[in-house]
């Protein structure tokens, strides 16, 4: 119920200027436009239960209310922060006297994926049934967060951070609203766009703190940035935010582009990752994707985590920031990566062979009856200290895991490597040859 004096109770400038019809929700026309699935669906006067996923401030809110006014349901919002089963039942009770008089339910849950498995699967029945139409909004992977039942009765609908034109908008509909201009110059506007970060709410909010200030002259950058808040990038160490930026760190490694590496490098700091994190997958690039192509990859990347580890922060990020560079300017090559899985694999299927009898020790005389160490060539003692012999099991015949690159140091490891299979041949034949004169 209203109050009487409500009406007159100071409200935010995000509420004052919350949009009143869905062709006023800017930055999401790929949703919202005629031919976009919610402009199709308004037009035709139908509803599908949705899940409303994309980053903070970019309307997932101000659209699930307008969605239900534009299609006459009654609007029911829940936060699964602040509810649980009770407050269920009862929409859920509500909905159902609803429909009896022939009305509708839009059923708004505001960050959906707090509710746990159990709870998301009470929806099912009322979400089948069409006692509610349900829209969830959630600024997590719905395919991570969300059951697969419940996702299976949604339509999945990728909201975006709002872009600098969409942003300019809302600034200028606060000028409309106040009947004056921020106090800004064309730098600190423009700055000022940038702490928003794609948020729309936190940019009003910023305005508002803006319009708050009592100064003759327009704030410049510096001024702006000594009197708001800047917002700390987003990212969520636990959440998808995470994985996100470490897979760009990892693939512009991978591609050989040191400046994008560098870029997702610092916007994993800017948002608080623990460097040791960023140090580990630094190792672990240096020997998936550096390889033997540069073996110093991994001296270098585990010499910048030890000078950070000493040096401590901030300072130690320089080291991390060199490895960085160090392995995106390297040649890459994953073949020792490969023929670790390739002899994985072999090991796993070929099950428990036993190594061939000849290069087993014999410390007893049982084992050396039994033919163990019988025909072993000590390798120093050969030709160019290498015997040729074969050393896998007997059943298993020879095995090709490792196949190097024309690149970087792994060139010469192929010139071994051919070196050496050249040198076994050999040996081969004249072990052929010597039997064949043995049995004549």
């Known amino acids: 119920m209203t109050g009487l004096f409500e009406s007159q109770a100071p409200r935010p400038l995000a509420d004052r200027l919350r949009p009143q019809t869905l062709a006023e929700v800017v930055g999401q026309d790929h949703v919202l436009g005629p031919d976009a699935p919610l402009g199709r669906m308004v037009k035709g006067g139908r509803l599908a239960s949705l899940v409303l996923w994309g980053p903070p401030g970019c ?109 300019r908008e809302l600034l200028a509909r606060v000028e409309a609203l106040e009947g004056r201009d921020l106090p800004l110059t064309t730098d600190a506007r423009a700055a000022l766009i940038a702490m928003a970060d794609g948020d729309g709410r936190y940019l009003l909010n910023l305005a508002e703190e803006v319009l708050t200030l ?3 002259q327009p704030l410049d950058s510096a001024d702006l940035a000594a009197v708001v808040q800047k917002r700390v990038p987003l990212y969520d160490k636990g959440q998808e935010s995470h994985y996100n930026l470490i897979s760009a760190l990892h693939k512009s490694l991978r591609g050989s582009d040191c400046d994008a590496a560098l870029y997702w490098f610092a916007r994993m700091l800017a948002g608080g990752e623990d460097p040791h994190f ?41 080291a991390l920031a060199q490895a960085v560079i160090y392995l995106a300017t390297a040649p890459k090559s994953n073949a020792a990566y490969k023929a670790y899985g390739a002899a994985a694999r072999s090991a796993k299927d070929s099950g428990s062979l036993a190594p061939p009898a000849h290069i087993l020790n014999a410390p007893t005389s049982l084992m050396r009856d039994l033919g163990y160490g019988r025909g072993y060539h000590y390798d120093h003692d050969a030709p160019e200290a290498f015997s040729g012999q074969d050393y896998f099991p007997e059943n298993l015949g020879r095995q090709l895991f490792y196949h190097p690159v024309e690149r970087g140091f792994e060139r010469e490891v192929r010139k071994r490597l051919d070196y050496w299979a050249r040198l076994r041949e050999r040996r081969h034949r004249a072990d052929e040859d010597r039997v064949e004169e043995e049995d004549s």
């Open 278 to 318: 960023i140090a580990r997958r630094l190792v672990r690039f240096a020997v998936e994707d550096v390889g033997l192509a540069d073996p110093d990859a991994l001296l270098q990347s585990i010499a910048a985590w030890q000078a950070f580890e000493r040096i401590g922060s901030p300072e130690g990020e320089l």
């Open 59 to 167: 309307g997932k809110t101000t659209i699930a209310r307008l969605l239900a006014q534009e299609t006459t349901l009654e609007f029911e919002p829940l936060s699964a922060v602040f509810s649980g089963v009770a407050d269920l039942r009862k929409v859920f009770d509500r909905a159902k006297q609803r429909r009896l008089g022939g009305r509708g339910t839009l059923l708004f849950v505001d960050e959906i994926h707090r509710f746990n498995r159990a709870q998301q699967d009470g929806f099912l029945p009322y979400v089948e049934d069409g006692t509610v139409i349900l829209v969830g909004a959630t600024t997590e992977n719905p395919s991570f967060e969300l059951n697969p039942a419940l996702l299976s009765r949604c339509q999945v609908l990728v909201l975006k951070r709002l872009e600098d034109s969409a942003l």
């Open 214 to 216: 009592a100064s003759e």
